[in-house]
T-cell receptor, first 113, second 112 residues
Framework: AQSVTQLGSHVSVSEGALVLLRCNYSSSVPPYLFWYVQYPNQGLQLLLK??????LVKGINGFEAEFKKSETSFHLTKPSAHMSDAAEYFCAVSDYNNNDMRFGAGTRLTVKP | DAGVIQSPRHEVTEMGQEVTLRCKPISGHNSLFWYRQTMMRGLELLIY????????DSGMPEDRFSAKMPNASFSTLKIQPSEPRDSAVYFCASSGLTYEQYFGPGTRLTVT
């Protein structure tokens, strides 16, 4: 069964600094990978997804993620953090056989002024 | 596009009462998911349906929980009887052929 591990339950950066949120996956078949963002008192919103096309995926709000098969990683990055990026971020994995998606534990991003 | 619709948005009930949460998926989506989110346990998949048929209910905590999907545009999650430890935010999500899931705004359940 597939699974994801998010390294770091809390990440704090200064406004304007690089954002790096780490995600490693485990899957016996080629995975589909996703990043979601959750703002307070809201549902999860899709940021970006990887479905075996380009390994560098661009999403909304200036975020991107790179699929690295050799490292089984799908880290999320943004060159310059904005105060509005403060939220919880979830990495998720599914495979092409079904859409049973498995979520990581989440990483809370804090952006300091 | 209205997105996934959940009702009610907030529910406060007393222990022992029956609670019914409702979900309307995005039109045309063939899969529907129920999740529970708490601080302690994070996001947990409770059950999911494909084409209105329950596929995996292994996440349903116990027999007090039940879910139905009588048609493609409606699903319910019922807790009977409710207990304080059921207090959480319950999310419904739906997906189509492209696999990404679209989440509703959630129902915040408080059982006193």
């Amino acid at each position: 069964a597939q699974s994801v591990t998010q390294l770091g339950s809390h990440v704090s950066v200064s406004e304007g600094a690089l954002v790096l949120l780490r995600c490693n996956y485990s899957s016996s078949v080629p995975p589909y990978l996703f990043w979601y963002v959750q703002y307070p008192n809201q549902g999860l919103q899709l940021l970006l997804k990887y479905t075996s096309a380009a390994t560098l995926v661009k999403g909304i709000n200036g975020f991107e993620a790179e699929f690295k098969k050799s490292e089984t990683s799908f880290h999320l990055t943004k060159p310059s953090a904005h105060m509005s990026d403060a939220a919880e971020y979830f990495c998720a994995v599914s495979d092409y056989n079904n859409n049973d998606m498995r979520f990581g534990a989440g990483t809370r991003l804090t952006v300091k002024p | 596009d209205a997105g996934v619709i959940q009702s009610p948005r907030h529910e406060v009930t007393e222990m022992g009462q029956e609670v019914t949460l409702r979900c309307k998926p995005i039109s045309g989506h063939n899969s529907l998911f129920w999740y529970r989110q708490t601080m302690m346990r994070g996001l947990e998949l409770l059950i999911y349906f494909n084409n209105n048929v329950p596929i995996d209910d292994s996440g349903m905590p116990e027999d007090r929980f039940s879910a139905k999907m009588p048609n493609a545009s409606f699903s319910t999650l019922k807790i009977q009887p409710s207990e304080p430890r059921d207090s959480a935010v319950y999310f419904c999500a739906s997906s189509g052929l492209t696999y990404e899931q679209y989440f509703g705004p959630g129902t915040r359940l408080t059982v006193t």
